[in-house]
């Protein structure tokens, strides 16, 4: 008996629990669920980093934890604070990412022949990541309540400021800025911008980036953009256009250097099978370059198999369908906007980072959200994550309110309909009272004038 009231209250704590974090439930489990697996897959992927830093597994997998913890404070940040709030402060969030961009430039910490990290008060941070979700809260709240009627306004107001973010994080990364690109134009296509605006734009893109590479070719603008290119022409260059007979053994060695991260990449994948090998036993973990960031997904692939990796893509795209859910509910266009933008920024890098490690894709250096090892990647994915709950709470508060409403009217009808009974058996208990005081030659002739008054004013 006392186990069964224990066992009761338990599940009466944890439905509290679940009862207070408001918004859609199935996003919050999703986030829970991709968090708890990547405390599993970074403890497993990291040993070449323990190696190379002098650490162990376990101090990595704290590390992640940590972030895991930030992450979650993030999200609940994120998920308090009120959509209007979010409109106040998407135009304030766009000047700052360009502000912290410019600041890389001049400032920033070159790591892997990339300056794209900023060190503030000993803490770095990727500003390309923060700028993402700023990109999308300033077009949300642009297409809002700005008035666009001429391509003119539409370039001052629109492409101008989204175009200046975009080249600042061209310098530190092709890929995330073409990836950018790619967002804010599926952003616009959706949000029923005139398809004339977008053909001019895609026209004056193509010419930018024309002037772009230009100017790199003279001046060494972007140092990225060899790595890309170089890339791009690897993947699209088929074995046999590749004349290895006639190369010396340091060109052959240089080639097989630059093709090392697919390559093992596609040994990860296919050793893992149907099944895989099992939690921790991978072995590519200790050849394949940064196999608990931008590789994590072939050790999901080999150590828990095609199963395993189709769990993970599940995952994603049960999220991302729950966010196309919200916005069809979304009452307004800031809403509708921030909810699709941020769920197509996360849906969109977790299929390029998937798309490269299966060998369908050029190799782009991108994470995959809540799974990768990394500290800024996780805590901006967790805001996003955040900033959806939020809306989500909020349209189901909202919702909650029409609902109460709806209730309080209908117990109010119902007791209109109760009071309306009780005074109609009050005034048939007085006429009975009143018959009864009567003698029955009173009572005939009372009751033969009523029903002829009735007869009559039926008449």
């Given at each position: 008996?006392?186990?069964?009231?224990?066992?009761?209250k338990?599940?009466?704590?944890?439905?509290?629990?679940?009862?207070?974090?408001?918004?859609?439930?199935?996003?919050?489990v999703?986030?829970f669920?991709?968090?708890?697996?990547?405390?599993?897959?970074?403890?497993?992927?990291?040993?070449?980093?323990?190696?190379?830093?002098?650490?162990?597994?376990?101090?990595?997998?704290?590390?992640?934890?940590?972030?895991?913890?930030l992450?979650?404070?993030?999200l609940?940040?994120?998920?308090?604070?009120?959509?209007?709030?979010?409109?106040?402060?998407?135009?304030?969030?766009?000047?700052?990412?360009?502000a912290?961009?410019?600041?890389?430039l001049?400032?920033?910490?070159?790591t892997?022949?990339?300056?794209r990290?900023?060190?503030?008060?000993?803490?770095?941070?990727?500003p390309?990541?923060?700028?993402?979700?700023?990109?999308?809260l300033?077009?949300?709240?642009?297409?809002?309540?700005m008035?666009?009627?001429?391509?003119?306004?539409f370039?001052?107001?629109?492409?101008?400021?989204?175009?200046?973010?975009?080249?600042?994080?061209?310098?530190?990364s092709?890929?995330a800025?073409?990836?950018?690109a790619?967002?804010?134009?599926?952003?616009?296509?959706?949000?029923?911008?005139?398809?004339?605006?977008?053909?001019?734009?895609?026209?004056?893109?193509?010419?930018?980036?024309?002037?772009?590479?230009?100017?790199?070719?003279?001046?060494?603008?972007?140092?990225?953009?060899?790595?890309?290119?170089?890339?791009?022409?690897?993947?699209?260059?088929?074995?046999?256009?590749?004349?290895?007979?006639?190369?010396?053994?340091?060109?052959?060695?240089?080639?097989?250097?630059?093709?090392?991260?697919?390559?093992?990449?596609?040994?990860?994948?296919?050793?893992?099978?149907?099944?895989?090998?099992?939690p921790?036993?991978?072995?590519?973990r200790?050849?394949?370059?940064h196999?608990?960031?931008?590789?994590?997904?072939?050790?999901?692939?080999?150590e828990?198999?095609?199963?395993?990796?189709?769990?993970?893509?599940?995952?994603?795209?049960?999220?991302?369908?729950?966010?196309v859910?919200?916005v069809?509910?979304?009452?307004?266009?800031?809403?509708?906007?921030?909810?699709?933008?941020?769920?197509?920024v996360?849906?969109?890098?977790?299929?390029?980072?998937?798309?490269?490690?299966?060998?369908?894709?050029?190799?782009?250096g991108?994470?995959?959200?809540?799974?990768?090892?990394?500290?800024t990647?996780?805590?901006?994915?967790?805001?996003?994550?955040?900033?959806?709950?939020?809306?989500?709470?909020?349209?189901?508060?909202?919702?909650?309110?029409?609902?109460?409403?709806?209730?309080?009217?209908k117990?109010?009808?119902?007791?209109e309909?109760?009071?309306?009974?009780?005074?109609?058996?009050?005034?048939?208990?007085?006429?009975?009272?009143?018959?009864?005081?009567m003698?029955?030659?009173?009572r005939?002739?009372?009751?033969?004038?009523?029903?002829?008054?009735?007869?009559?004013?039926?008449?």
């Amino acid at each position: 008996m006392a186990e069964k009231e224990i066992n009761s209250k338990e599940e009466s704590r944890q439905a509290d629990v679940v009862s207070r974090l408001h918004g859609d439930k199935v996003i919050w489990v999703i986030f829970f669920l991709l968090s708890l697996i990547s405390i599993a897959l970074i403890y497993s992927s990291s040993s070449s980093l323990a190696y190379m830093k002098g650490s162990t597994n376990f101090a990595i997998l704290m590390k992640q934890i940590r972030f895991v913890v930030l992450g979650i404070a993030a999200l609940f940040i994120c998920y308090k604070v009120p959509p209007r709030w979010w409109r106040t402060l998407s135009i304030w969030a766009m000047l700052l990412a360009v502000a912290l961009l410019v600041l890389t430039l001049v400032a920033g910490v070159k790591t892997n022949d990339a300056q794209r990290w900023l060190s503030i008060g000993g803490i770095q941070f990727q500003p390309a990541e923060f700028a993402k979700i700023a990109i999308v809260l300033y077009l949300a709240r642009a297409l809002e309540i700005m008035n666009i009627d001429t391509y003119k306004s539409f370039l001052i107001k629109i492409v101008a400021p989204i175009g200046v973010c975009i080249v600042l994080i061209l310098v530190g990364s092709v890929s995330a800025a073409i990836y950018m690109a790619l967002i804010c134009f599926i952003i616009l296509f959706i949000a029923g911008v005139k398809m004339s605006y977008l053909l001019k734009t895609i026209g004056l893109g193509a010419a930018a980036v024309a002037l772009l590479i230009l100017l790199h070719v003279t001046f060494g603008l972007f140092p990225r953009m060899d790595t890309a290119l170089e890339r791009v022409k690897r993947f699209t260059q088929s074995e046999e256009a590749v004349d290895k007979e006639n190369m010396d053994k340091r060109a052959l060695q240089r080639l097989a250097d630059e093709t090392l991260q697919a390559d093992m990449a596609q040994i990860a994948v296919k050793e893992g099978g149907l099944l895989g090998k099992g939690p921790g036993k991978s072995t590519q973990r200790y050849v394949l370059p940064h196999p608990y960031s931008d590789y994590i997904y072939s050790i999901i692939l080999e150590e828990y198999g095609l199963w395993g990796g189709m769990l993970v893509l599940m995952l994603y795209v049960w999220f991302f369908y729950r966010c196309v859910l919200i916005v069809k509910e979304c009452r307004t266009v800031f809403a509708a906007i921030t909810v699709g933008g941020l769920g197509a920024v996360i849906m969109v890098q977790a299929m390029l980072h998937i798309l490269v490690n299966v060998g369908i894709f050029p190799v782009t250096g991108h994470t995959l959200p809540l799974i990768s090892l990394g500290g800024t990647s996780f805590i901006i994915i967790s805001a996003a994550f955040g900033i959806i709950l939020s809306i989500s709470r909020t349209k189901e508060d909202a919702q909650a309110e029409i609902d109460e409403k709806e209730r309080l009217e209908k117990e109010q009808r119902k007791l209109e309909r109760q009071r309306q009974r009780e005074k109609q058996n009050k005034e048939a208990k007085e006429e009975l009272a009143k018959q009864d005081a009567m003698s029955q030659e009173e009572r005939d002739a009372y009751l033969r004038q009523r029903y002829a008054d009735q007869l009559g004013s039926d008449e």
